[in-house]
């Protein structure tokens, strides 16, 4: 058992950053933000996300799953078509495809960033394949630029998950802006929260207003007119007006995931057998979730580590399963061996901003000592 600081309750894995400017801007959008300033924040919000993204436009959802679906049906994706997406994943993506009728084809990922593995990508294309939805794994980057020429090679779209990286860098390029269309989320555990809540972004015009149109119902140019049927996935502007309180501090709030997941490295990247989220040179991840994989002779497995540590006040959470090993999707014989390897094998520490250094060098040593690394 680690000696020097004990932890009073549970060290939680995520947790929000909330200042006075958060409360003063909600605070203005309860007494003022209706009738004609009802989406006074709504407008700021996307504005100044799109602007922080480099994209033209931006559509705030209540959800990134629901700006996946949007962004999913705007690219034409129906009944018949197929979307490659990773194996390892949050299961919204999947489901985001089946909501439009298409089949999820999963792929592999990189055993290094844990995003999709653009080898895995390519066996994986045949010709009912519409669209490709990389997603920036706990704020790792994909190879964007790989991804990429598979999809001009091959005619298709991509629909970026950036839901998990509103701040990460891929070879000086924000994530969400390197598709034909992007969906960033706002989620209670995420850099920039908004309790619930999305963003759509693309450069395209033709997107976005195919998005925007089906956002609102199917409703026609004027009136209560609905020319097809749509959806509502909408984001108040009291909640918009969070966003827009996070997305000005943003910097700030990526500079302390970094400086979190340094603290982690400084203290656990020695450890062989014991892998930790990845940067590559000329990128920037966020460390959304500071992670570690198992992935060598250690005293104990994952599961054993997430216990020992919860005996001492650590709460952890595992990597997200395989898809293709849910109920919902089952494919037991498709095989992605590394993205099995890591759903079985990883695991989130606590990553909430207002973690501090005397926590982080509390949980590092309890980390060491479980694993037989003390």
Known sequence: MPTGYRPASLILTAGPSITDLEVQYVTDAVQHGWNERWNEYLVRFETALAEYVGVR???????????????????????????IIPGLTWVAC?????????????????????????????????PRTKA?????????????DAISAVAQRNGLRVIEDAAPSLGALYRGRKTGSMGDVAAFSFQGAKIASTGEGGMLV????????????????????????????????????????????????IEELVARKRRIFGWYRDRLGDIEGLQLNHERDGDRI???????VLDGQLAVDRDGLMAALRERCVDTRPFFPSIPSMPAFADPSLPLPVTERLAASGLNLPSGHDLTEEQVDYIARAVREVIGAA
């Open 132 to 144: 490709i939805m990389p997603v920036h794994l706990y704020g790792n980057a994909a190879d964007m």
């Open 94 to 126: 999947a489901s985001a495809v089946a909501y439009c009728g298409a089949k999820p084809v999963f792929v592999d990922v990189d055993r290094q960033t844990w995003t999709m593995d653009p080898a895995s990508l390519e066996a994986a294309v045949t």
């Open 202 to 249: 693309t450069n395209d015009p033709g997107i976005y207003e195919r998005a925007r149109r089906l956002n609102e119902h199917g409703r026609m140019d004027t009136g209560f007119l609905i020319g097809e049927v749509g959806f509502k996935y909408k984001m108040p502007n009291l909640v918009a007006a969070l966003g827009l309180a996070q997305l000005e501090r």
């Open 57 to 83: 436009f931006a559509m705030a959802t209540s959800s990134a799953t629901g700006a996946l679906h949007l962004g999913l049906l705007a690219l034409g994706v129906g009944p018949g078509d197929e979307v």
């Open 286 to 292: 966020t460390a959304w979730m500071s992670s570690l």
